[in-house]
């Protein structure tokens, strides 16, 4: 690796980025240049590893505007072998402060895919390498309009009371099952999303429901339609008999409003709730493997 060379991007470079093609195009991912238009991505928090002035390794940290946390490490490429990566990354940590957390965004499916197993593993390798560790899958899904199911009419779907009545049914649910956007709240925000909610999406409850059973509240989801793009961000439940019909009706509070797509995240290992996604007439989209420094909460 002696003519290798690692460094920050510096201002006027950012085609320096773009010069590696993209390894994974069929991704949704925020364009290097539209990240640098708007502020996250910056060229000091990008790093490049240079093989003959050809860029085998890139690394792009990102903090969006006014955030309150550290940045992460959203799109790391190489093409080149995983311990030239990790000296990206050691190199990289060195300047900014120390690792943090890394969201590898995959296509659905990875693991069963040889084809991205091909390109995945180097940068994976890498990180683990450079001292981060797997921490856990997200999956991100998405349903495009296909007919939901038929409610049973067992339940009664309404909004909340107020505010109190949001907060303390959260305060009841010890794992909820869909939390579209907690990396983002907890990097922007400082906010945890699965016990408070309403300090990332605000105060308005339009957007709210409660499922009801018996008189007794079963379940609640909070919706986003004025977010990036619709979606589900925030759903649990107190009995989970109620997940199907929670599930359509925050999909319909979201289709009234005019939504044609509706996005929700769900841990992998949710099998069950991934399973009532499905059935809703979600589909996966890509997943996020989150890697962190040994001793990170996260």
């Not at 499916?109 to 994976?124: D, I, K, S, T």
């Not at 995240?265 to 399973?275: I, K, T, Y």
Request: net charge negative.
């Amino acid at each position: 690796m002696t003519d290798l060379v690692i460094r920050p991007l510096v201002a006027g470079e950012e085609n320096l980025f773009d010069s590696m093609p993209d390894p994974l195009p069929q991704l949704r991912q925020v364009a290097y240049a539209d990240g640098i238009a708007g502020g996250g991505y910056r060229p000091e928090n990008t790093w490049v590893a240079l093989r003959a002035d050809r860029v085998v390794g890139r690394a792009a940290w990102v903090l969006p505007p006014g955030a309150i946390g550290a940045p992460w490490l959203e799109r790391f490429d190489l093409d080149a072998e995983p311990e030239v990566g990790a000296e990206l990354l050691r190199a990289a940590h060195e300047a900014l402060g120390g690792p943090g957390l890394y969201y590898a965004a995959l296509p659905a499916h990875w693991r069963r895919r040889p084809e991205v197993l091909a390109v995945v593993r180097a940068p994976m390798e890498a990180a683990r390498l450079a001292g981060l560790v797997e921490r856990g899958e997200r999956l991100r899904c998405s349903w495009t309009g296909t007919p939901l199911p038929a409610s049973s009419g067992r339940y009664e779907f309404r909004r909340p009371v107020d505010v109190a009545e949001i907060n303390a049914l959260v305060a009841r649910i010890a794992e909820p099952d869909v939390l579209t956007g907690v990396e983002n709240a907890r990097a922007v925000g400082g906010v945890d999303l699965a016990t408070d909610p309403l300090a990332w999406l605000g105060d308005a409850t339009e957007e709210w429901r409660v499922a009801v059973d018996a008189g007794k509240p079963v379940g609640l989801a909070g919706t986003a339609g004025d977010a990036c793009f619709p979606l589900i961000a925030y759903l649990g439940l107190l009995d989970e008999a109620a997940r199907p019909e929670l599930l359509a009706e925050a999909v319909r509070v979201l289709a009234a409003d005019g939504a044609r797509e509706v996005t929700a995240d769900v841990d992998a290992h949710r099998v069950a709730v991934l399973a009532e996604l499905e059935r809703t007439g979600f589909r996966q989209l890509r997943c996020r493997v989150v890697f962190a420094p040994p001793n990170s909460p996260e």
